[in-house]
Structures are given as C-alpha cells and as structure tokens.
C-alpha cells in the first residue's frame, strides 16, 4: 500500500518562495504520477501540477505556469513543488497525491484520477 506524505507549508509574504516537499513510501513508489492539489476555503480542489513517474513530463495550472516548479528524486522517493511569486491568490491547503501509470510519461491534472493522497498542508500568502 502506498503512503504519500505532503509537508513544507508555511505563511509567507507575497513575493515569497517555499518548497513542499511530497515522501511516498511503499509498494514501489517509482510507478506513480505524482500530482499537487489545493484547496482554498469555499471552493472546489483544482490541480495545481503534476509530473510523471519518469519526471520527463510536467504539468501546470495557467495561474502557476512561470512561478512554480515541479520536480522528482526517485532515490529518495520524494516530488517537490517550489513556489515563487507567491500571491495571496495561492493561499489554500495543498495537497500531494499518487496514482498508478502504466505508462511512464504519463501524467494528469485530474483529481479523480488519483488514489492515494496525503493529509495536506497549509499554505498562507499573507503581509
């Protein structure tokens, strides 16, 4: 069974960074896609990126392209997310989830076509 755990959140000043970091652990985790998700208050959890179980493929929301970067170390089982640029718009709970690809360069921005996700963290853009 596959645990995924999201953590690196924080308040921070618009125009900050922070780096989630995402640790999947069990059942051969190199075979997973791994998305970010968020969810502010009030409204519907929307990806945010994602990347394949092969790192060749990415993906971004149009309200992150150019300030956050997604990217995998599969030695250490961990995905992380940097975040520049934060606006006060990026304030929700991110959440970090795994989902089974056959194939390697295989990724999606669809959060029903995930299985496994971690319990979230918060992250506040704030002066």
């Known amino acids: 069974q596959l645990q995924v755990v999201d953590s690196g959140g924080g308040l921070v000043q618009p125009g900050g960074s922070l780096r989630l970091s995402c640790a999947a652990v069990?059942?051969?985790?190199?075979?997973?896609?791994i998305g970010w998700f968020r969810q502010a208050p009030g409204k519907e959890r929307e990806g945010v990126s994602c990347?394949?179980?092969?790192?060749?493929?990415?993906k971004y929301a149009d309200s992150v392209k150019g300030r956050f970067t997604i990217s995998r170390d599969n030695a250490k089982n961990t995905v992380y997310l940097q975040m520049n640029s934060l606006k006060p718009e990026d304030t929700a709970v991110y959440y970090c989830?795994?989902?089974?690809?056959?194939?390697?360069?295989?990724?999606?921005?669809?959060?029903?076509?995930?299985?496994?996700w971690g319990r979230g963290t918060q992250v506040t853009v704030s002066s």
């Open positions: 989830a795994a989902v089974l690809m056959i194939n390697s360069s295989a990724a999606t921005l669809s959060r029903y076509e995930y299985d496994y």
């Open positions: 990347i394949s179980s092969s790192g060749d493929v990415t």
């Open positions: 069990g059942s051969t985790s190199d075979y997973y896609a």
